[in-house]
Nanobody, 120 residues
Framework: QVQLVESGGGSVQTGGSLRLSCASSGYTNCMAWFRQAPGKGREGVAYITKVGTASVTDSMKGRFIITQEKAENTVYLQMNSLKPEDNAMYYC?????????????????WGKGTQVTVAS
């Protein structure tokens, strides 16, 4: 069973940046980031496939960038211009499915999450 380990969360001021990392123990076709704020549902942030197709949720485009290091099975989420509304637990997810969509029920492997806190 593939396992995912996230890192890179922390506390920053509004306007700051963080880079999250997700290391996978094995091959998966699609890897993604989701987030969940207190009292809210899980929200898709971005995904990337092994061949490099990537997508970021419209509301985060221009601020968040998803990249990968294929050789290391690691995916990164660069988050810039952070806002208080970005406060959430960020989860890495993976799927071996052929089609990658930013829907939580499409992913069967999840990390434990890393907390991002943005102070106003």
């Amino acid at each position: 069973q593939v396992q995912l380990v996230e890192s890179g969360g922390g506390s920053v001021q509004t306007g700051g940046s963080l880079r999250l990392s997700c290391a996978s123990s094995g091959y998966t076709n699609c890897m993604a980031w989701f987030r969940q704020a207190p009292g809210k549902g899980r929200e898709g942030v971005a995904y990337i496939t092994k061949v490099g197709t990537a997508s970021v949720t419209d509301s985060m485009k221009g601020r968040f960038i998803i990249t990968q290091e294929k050789a290391e099975n690691t995916v990164y989420l660069q988050m810039n211009s952070l806002k208080p509304e970005d406060n959430a637990m960020y989860y890495c997810a993976a799927s071996s499915g052929a089609i990658c969509k930013l829907l939580a029920d499409r992913f069967n492997i999840w990390g434990k999450g890393t907390q991002v806190t943005v102070a106003s």
